[in-house]
Nanobody, 123 residues
């Protein structure tokens, strides 16, 4: 069992920045991919970014590419999502997911999820 906890959300103005943190338990963290997903009110959950176990492969949805950066520190069992130039459309609950996945963009492949952290961007 892997316990996942997100932190770092908050209220920001348009153009601001935040860093989300995903902390996971377990001694085999480096064998898991980690993904960030988000869900806005009334909308479907959507993929945001993902990173492979070694950190060598990263994936982003088109609307955040160039603004968001996902990194990981396996020594700390932690993944970060640095978000720059935030826009009101980035407003959502952001979830961290951990799993051994073949398709990092597919939420169904992840086994462990956190409770989410709210990100609100005001215009």
């Amino acid at each position: 069992q892997v316990h996942v906890v997100e932190s770092g959300g908050g209220l920001m103005q348009d153009g601001g920045s935040l860093r989300l943190t995903c902390a996971a338990s377990g001694r085999t963290f480096s064998s898991f991919a980690v993904g960030w997903f988000r869900q806005a009110p009334g909308k479907e959950r959507e993929f945001v970014a993902a990173i492979g176990g070694s950190g060598g492969n990263t994936y982003y949805r088109a609307s955040v590419k160039g603004r968001f950066t996902i990194t990981r520190d396996n020594a700390k069992n932690t993944v970060y999502l640095r978000m720059l130039s935030l826009k009101p459309e980035d407003t959502a609950v952001y979830y961290c997911a951990v799993g051994r996945v073949l398709v990092p963009l597919n939420a169904r492949e992840y086994d462990y999820w956190g409770q989410g952290t709210q990100v609100t961007v005001s215009s």
